[in-house]
């Protein structure tokens, strides 16, 4: 995943990158890689205010694993 993020920053060939694409880079590779290291860093990451918005992220994973899962067949 590092390398993945990596090659990505280096395709941009910027000299600066912000650190919100960083970010949203980050968690797509964890959103299609680990859905509770996903779930974990987008609720530091997006600053979750309370439960709401954690399962707000977490109904959010769960339709688009049915999306996914519903595409395979």
């Not at 890689?33 to 992220?57: G, K, L, P, Q, T």
């Amino acid at each position: 995943m590092v390398q993945r993020v990596e090659e990505f920053l280096q395709e941009k060939g910027e000299k600066e990158i912000t650190s919100s694409v960083i970010g949203e880079k980050i968690m797509r590779e964890l959103h299609s890689m680990d859905e509770v290291a996903y779930v974990r860093f987008a609720s530091v990451y997006r600053s979750f205010r309370d439960i709401s918005d954690f399962m707000s992220e977490v109904k959010e994973l769960l339709v688009s694993r049915e999306k996914a899962k519903n595409t395979k067949h």
